[in-house]
């Protein structure tokens, strides 16, 4: 592949992430992509309490929520079913009291994960935002609700930067150690229109270069990798928007270099092997053959986690049931 590209690099952050090491990963689909292959990897992670969400003020807003307990849970009604105006479609009830219990207990979660997390991933799609008539903050889901109930604007990357400074404090009062990763997604909104999608990137990194001057905040160029870097329709799912599998894993050996020491990054290997002799699709379950397979990767699984007990093996075993 390395023929395809052209590529840079940029240095190692510190500290570097060891196996047991808290991760937290918020916000667009992209960060989902770059979870489950921490996940797979044994990286202990945690991921999107909220469904996928690609307004940075949005994220803010979930995280302020979750570390100063708030109980406020703003609501809409769509046919019988109750979505919550900060959350994804996935975060639902079929009663007001459900949608608040699940939306209050992701708060404590993410509350609890943020205590002790080495590093937070915030991942931003898009400066659009929809704002409800008689709310002065961007809804980060519409819910498919009529267009008439919104008035849409374009963060701009002031407005983004003053509510991360509110933020940062927050989570470095709760945690001082904690390190906060900013990227943009290089998903295109082609909805908004092409220049109109390009705008709204600019605006997210205009935002990320202030963010990035305070203190336990970097930047990670996903976007310029798979722009600049990966410029081929040839690494790019169907719809020409999503990055396929090729761009996603181009994508995770930036961030192993980046933030991985050689004999963790040669863990995590071995940890895949696992997971896809564990997750191999076989035809025949009865035969002598595929027992034995699946006999040898559990026994591999077995002495990895006793070697190395820090491993999490939640995911993994999980998709194995």
């Known amino acids: 592949m390395e023929s395809f590209y052209s590529s840079f690099e940029i240095p190692a952050f510190e500290p570097s992430i060891e196996l047991g090491d808290g991760l937290i990963f918020m916000g667009s689909c992209f960060s989902d992509e770059m979870s489950k292959k921490a996940a797979s990897s044994g990286l202990t992670v945690f991921s999107n309490p909220f469904g996928t969400v690609f307004h940075p003020l949005s994220i803010f807003k979930s995280i302020s929520d979750a570390l100063t307990d708030s109980i406020e849970v703003a609501f809409c009604q769509k ?85 991360f400074q509110i933020i940062h404090k927050q989570l470095l009062d709760y945690n001082p150690s904690l390190q906060i990763v900013l ?15 390009n705008r709204s990137k600019a605006k997210l990194i ?41 761009a996603i ?22 940890v895949r092997k696992v997971e896809q002799g564990l997750t191999h699709k076989v035809l025949y379950l009865e035969s002598r053959q595929v027992k034995k397979h699946f006999e040898t990767v559990q026994l591999q699984q077995q002495q990895l986690a006793k070697a190395y007990p820090a491993i999490c093996w939640d995911s993994i075993l999980g998709k194995n049931h």
Request: glycine share 4%; with cysteine; charged share 25%.
């Open 206 to 246: 205009l935002a990320c270069e202030q963010m990035e001057k305070l203190q336990n905040v970097r930047y990670f160029p996903v976007y310029e990798w798979v722009v600049d870097s990966l410029r081929d329709y040839r690494f790019y799912k169907e719809d020409g928007v999503h990055p396929n599998a090729l």
């Open 249 to 270: 894993q181009f994508i995770w050996k930036k961030l192993e270099r980046c933030l991985f020491k050689a004999d963790t990054i040669e863990i995590m290997q071995q």
């Open 183 to 197: 990227t943009v997604s290089p998903v295109r909104h082609l909805r908004d229109g092409f220049i109109e999608n």
């Open 79 to 163: 046919d019988d079913i109750y979505f919550h105006w900060d959350s994804s479609g996935s975060i639902y009830g079929m009663t007001p009291n459900e949608l608040k219990e699940k939306v209050l207990a992701s708060r404590y979660n993410l509350k609890d994960k943020l205590k002790t997390a080495k590093y937070l991933f915030l991942t931003f799609g898009t400066a659009r935002a929809h704002y409800l008539q008689n709310l002065d903050f961007p809804v980060a889901n519409c819910h498919k609700m009529p267009r008439n109930l919104f008035v849409e604007k374009q963060s701009n990357a002031d407005e983004i930067f003053t509510t």
